[in-house]
């Protein structure tokens, strides 16, 4: 008999850690109830969209493993009810809903929001709190026998089987938005072909790569808290910049102003690809680059994507950015040798440390959304440098734009 994450994840969720929801979010509990219908659904239905490629059940798993289950599940109550430790758990779950709703995050949010009648200010509060708890009931059944580590097959079995609670239990708008049939076509292949961690994708599981999954799981420890007070902030574009004309003290690029990105045109690639890419976009700088011999991998010659957007003060992108990343992504497959690392940048407006961490969860973003096409994450790294190597001023408008922004570097090609 199939276990129901939903149920168990519920069972978690008593009347007294239902009330403190309520006054940490200051809705009622009738609408944080009606909520709650909405959101648990929909975090195991990213689940598990997130496990329909072996990029995404990487991902997971990498979670899983370094998830610590019973202090969630064991002591939820206490949590809430304290405010430090509270603030630090929603926190922790702010920084988890880029990685497991990926570009679903404002669909899921909204529809919440839309069934509950609350702002979606509380919605992103709730789905916060209940990550890491789905996250951890997900762990708690993955696990067997004590065993800390998680196979590949096991995790996609159990969640497969939530099919037909979420096809029961999802709300209508987001029954159409994943199929999992993905999920499905993956778990065959596993149960085939069974993988173990290290084996999947030919990535070992490292200390480094744990690491890696940790920071992104428990942002909360370099204090950021930054979802609470920026979700109603204006939506950020990054800009076009051109190859810099000139390198500030700290060996990084300075921008030139915004221009047209010029016409579609076809660029024809190793391998048999062709992009459909503007003339003076981020594609047809980083092709002249790599194809042009005489010019040398220089940590100081940086490209800004032109086309990639995230949601207001979040770090997860938009589904307009996906044709961009997908681009990059083809660029990498046509040339092999080419590795690349992702920097994140912002304004000077706000706290200098909530920046830094935004500019390094938007710059992870970009980096999954590259490694999601296929790429391999060893030829991709990224960095977060916040209100560092400004390339605009930032006293008006128009410079604060220029200066949120993401970048490219070649470090080999």
């Known amino acids: ?95 988890l809903l880029p990685i497991l709703l990926d570009l679903d995050l404002k669909t899921v949010t909204d529809s919440v929001s839309s069934s509950s009648g609350i702002k979606s200010y509380s919605v992103s509060t709730i789905l916060s709190i209940c990550a890491p708890i789905v996250l951890s009931v997900v762990a708690k059944n993955a696990k067997v026998n004590g065993v800390k580590s998680v196979e590949p097959v096991r995790l996609t079995s159990i969640l497969f089987e939530q099919k037909e609670f979420m096809l029961k239990y999802l709300p209508k708008d987001l029954n159409t938005l994943w199929n999992f049939k993905d999920l499905e076509e993956l778990n065959k292949s596993l149960i085939r072909n069974p993988l173990s961690e290290s084996e999947l994708e030919g990535k070992p599981t490292s200390t480094a790569a744990k690491i890696f999954f940790w920071i992104l799981a428990l942002l909360v420890l370099g204090g950021a808290f930054w979802g609470y007070k920026k979700l109603t902030k204006e939506e950020e574009t990054v800009v076009v910049e051109d190859v810099p004309g000139s390198i500030d003290s700290v060996n990084h690029s300075k921008g030139t102003p915004k221009r047209v990105l010029g016409q579609f045109v076809p660029k024809q690639l190793p391998k048999d690809i062709i992009l459909n890419v503007p003339e003076n976009g981020i594609e047809s700088k980083l092709i002249k680059f790599i194809e042009d011999s005489t010019q040398v991998v220089d940590r100081n010659i940086w490209f800004d994507f032109d086309r990639i957007t995230f949601e207001p003060g979040l770090a997860n992108l938009r589904k307009e950015s996906l044709e961009q990343i997908d681009n990059i992504s083809k660029i990498m497959r046509a040339f092999p040798n080419v590795n690349v690392k992702i920097g994140g940048y912002t304004d000077n407006t706000g706290d200098a440390a909530t920046n830094l961490t935004l500019s390094q969860s938007r710059a992870d973003a ?37 200066n949120r922004r993401i970048a490219i570097n070649l470090t080999r090609k």
């Not at 790294?381 to 128009?398: L, M, R």
């Open 1 to 95: 008999m199939a276990v129901n994450l939903l149920e168990l994840t519920k069972g978690y969720i008593t009347k007294d850690v239902g009330l403190k929801i309520s006054a940490l979010t200051q809705e009622s509990t009738g609408d944080v109830q009606i909520a709650m219908l909405g959101a648990l659904p929909g975090l195991i239905g990213g689940i598990m969209n997130k496990a329909s490629t072996l990029g995404g059940v990487h991902d997971l798993i990498g979670l899983i493993n370094l998830n610590n289950e019973d202090y969630v599940l064991n002591g939820l109550g206490e949590i809430l009810a304290d405010e430090s430790r509270s603030k630090e758990f929603i926190s922790n779950g702010l920084s």
């Open 366 to 402: 970009v980096k999954r959304g590259i490694i999601s096409k296929g790429i391999k994450s060893t030829r991709i790294s990224s960095e977060g440098y916040g209100i560092e190597h400004p390339v605009s001023t930032n006293n008006t408008e128009e410079g604060r734009a220029q």
